[in-house]
């Protein structure tokens, strides 16, 4: 599904689906299995837009089975009926594909201008936008806790963030083939 955007690559959304967007691909989909069903039926092609688009996030999970030598950590700034918080959580397995997962109604995710990976989650109290990073090989387990307390207490900057995590965004896309901006730490260490 990988759309492109002028700041965002597009991996996977439920966000803004229009079933006018679909209507074609569902009399496409009805007339090659020979199905009779009415493909003006906006219920039908409602839950047809669905299931399909689910089914893409499967192919996108497929997609990114990338193995990382390291944990993933999910940065959350999270929209709750009584204000924001931030929040975090560890990926263990350190697979990309474990970073498309979502318990809230919609969901984006994509990678940004600066090569992070992104989610935005819209659910009954509000929005959550996340950040997945991967922590460094060079990481300590100090330094690891030490952000995960910072980031407990809300007091955790882009530069402690950054520190001792890499994005994931080069990886994603080298499997997509497209274009993100190089670190400015990889530049000045070729200098």
């Known amino acids: 599904m990988n759309s492109t955007q002028t700041d965002r690559h597009i991996i996977w959304s439920n966000m803004s689906l229009d079933p006018d967007d679909w209507r074609d691909g569902y009399k496409e989909f009805l ?9 003006n039926d906006e219920n039908e092609l409602y ?5 399909t688009n689910e089914d893409y996030l499967a192919d996108e999970q497929m997609n990114l089975d990338v193995q990382l030598s390291q944990p993933i950590i999910v940065i959350g700034d999270i929209g709750r009926w009584n204000g924001r918080v931030m929040g975090y959580k560890t990926i263990d397995s350190g697979n990309i594909k474990d970073c498309l ?14 090569g992070d990976l992104r989610a935005d989650a819209a659910h009954h109290d509000g929005t959550n936008h996340y950040l997945y990073r991967v922590f460094k090989d060079t990481a300590t387990e100090s330094q690891i806790e030490n952000l995960k307390y910072k980031l407990y207490e809300g007091k955790a900057t882009r530069a402690d963030i950054t520190r001792i995590t890499r ?6 896309a080298a499997v997509y083939g497209f274009h993100i901006p ?10």
């Open 31 to 39: 007339e090659i299995n020979e199905l009779n069903d009415d493909p």
């Open 47 to 51: 839950k047809w837009m669905v299931e």
């Open 101 to 114: 997962y979502s318990d809230t109604d919609y969901t984006e995710w994509y990678v940004d201008k600066y």
């Open 167 to 172: 994005r994931l965004g080069d990886e994603i």
């Open 182 to 191: 190089k670190q400015r730490v990889a530049k000045e260490q070729a200098r």
